[in-house]
């Protein structure tokens, strides 16, 4: 019998990088919101038990995937294997919706989607606590897809706690259709400099936290047509805020209507740019 699950994209709110570390990676103060509910930003995943481990992509954003063992998906499947000492023969089906190097987490997404469907289809009782260190070694966004909801990432981004829930404000996230490379900005912060910025102080419960992504500058830096984006959502009433490493944007506005507008005019002005209703 075959076993689906939903792999839905993510939103960094807030992303502070306070330094480098001595392992090359970068201390991170993240809070993420995982887009549930919205079904044109979610990935499909299916399992079925077969005689041999397979994979096949389709969907809208499935274009150029590698459906080898560079997959995420695949390399998800080999980790569980090896923690239950067998194979996992399954035929795996994955639908493609978020697009790729985006700055959305689609491919930790559909990991930690893996992770859970692998252990149910083959009922390994494995719990989230002991997925949770998987998630770790497959990349530094997959753990908090096991959590869900709005999520505290800290160290470079593994070690996630959840968050009490903050409602969304009205969104657009915007895709230029360019593919932006997470190792090339994460490198640019040496070009153009850290900005050590304060880490997030303690919050009130239930506010919103500070829109703001530290990996802009470099992220322009490594990519300038990103401008344009920015430049076209402020020009929209909204207020942006790259996602991830890039390239998507998101922009928050001052309701519905406004959001709604905006999506018109720029849907109008840039029939190539793919944009979400949040
Ligand atoms: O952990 P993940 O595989 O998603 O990271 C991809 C790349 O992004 C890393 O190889 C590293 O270059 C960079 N990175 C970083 N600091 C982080 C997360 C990612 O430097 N906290």
Redesign the pocket.
């Known amino acids: 019998m075959a076993l689906t699950i939903q792999a839905p994209a993510k939103l960094n709110r807030f992303l502070a990088?306070l330094g480098?570390?001595a392992d090359?990676?970068?201390?991170?103060e993240l809070v993420t919101t995982v887009l549930d509910g919205v079904p044109d930003l979610t990935d499909t995943l299916s399992a079925e038990p077969a005689d041999a481990l397979s994979m096949a992509i389709t969907g809208p954003m499935g274009e150029g995937l590698p459906e080898d063992g560079t997959n995420l998906v695949l390399r998800a499947w080999r980790l569980l294997e090896d923690t239950a000492h067998r194979p996992l023969p399954a035929v795996l089906r994955l639908e493609k919706r978020i697009p790729h190097g985006a700055g959305l987490g689609g491919g930790?997404s559909d990991a930690a989607a893996a992770l859970r469907l692998g252990n149910r289809l083959f009922g390994l009782g494995l719990d989230d606590v002991s997925l949770l260190p998987l998630a770790a070694r497959?990349?530094?966004?997959?753990p908090l897809f096991l959590l869900g909801g709005t999520v505290l990432g800290l160290?470079?981004?593994?070690r996630v706690f959840p968050l009490r829930p903050v409602p969304l404000e009205p969104l657009l996230l915007v895709h230029p259709g360019l593919h932006v490379s997470?190792?090339s900005?994460?490198?640019a912060?040496q070009e153009i400099g850290y900005p050590f910025p304060e880490a997030l102080a303690s919050q009130p419960v239930g506010a919103a936290p500070p829109w703001r992504n530290d990996l802009t500058g470099a992220a322009l830096w490594v990519c300038p047509p990103l401008a344009e984006v920015r430049e076209a959502l402020r020009d929209s009433g909204g207020d942006p805020l790259l996602c991830g490493?890039g390239s998507c944007w998101a922009a928050r506005y001052v309701g519905p209507e406004a959001r709604d507008a905006a999506a018109g005019r720029i849907a109008a002005a840039r029939p190539d740019w793919r944009i979400w209703r949040i």
């Open positions: 990088v480098r570390r090359g990676f970068h201390e991170l930790s497959l990349g530094s966004d997959v160290g470079r981004g593994e997470t190792p900005v994460y490198r912060l490493s």
